[in-house]
């Protein structure tokens, strides 16, 4: 696992390695970015399955209850699978570009 900080998100990109200690190593590692948005990168993670990805919604949850965005970036299983509160694009621009929507929804106090 990797963190790479960025201007405005920190993106957490998992190397081809088990989902359950990548998300073990994320749990371990928030404190060191939870006070901005967050990117999920596990385009790597091709053998990735929904009850993978629901390891991550309680996280989830929390960091946007906390007014910051929580973004996973995958494209291996079809968007319909996926539940609606955890935000899943299948490249790293969208991610961005969700980031920056949401920011501009929080400052106009929609989000």
């Not at 960091?63 to 291996?76: Q, W």
């Not at 621009?93 to 929609?110: G, K, S, T, W």
């Amino acid at each position: 696992m990797n963190i790479i900080t960025k201007e405005n998100y920190s993106i957490i990109v998992g190397e081809d390695e088990n989902i359950e200690i990548l998300f073990q190593a994320i749990s371990d590692a928030y404190k060191e970015v939870e006070a901005g948005n967050i990117i999920i990168d596990l385009q790597k993670n091709e053998q990735i399955t929904i009850d993978n990805l629901l390891l991550f919604q309680e996280l989830a949850n929390k960091h946007r209850a906390a007014k910051h965005s929580f973004v996973i970036i995958n494209n291996s299983l079809p968007l319909e699978d996926i539940p609606e509160d955890l935000i899943v694009v299948p490249t790293l621009l969208e991610a961005e570009d969700i980031i920056q929507m949401e920011d501009i929804e929080r400052d106009l106090d929609v989000f």
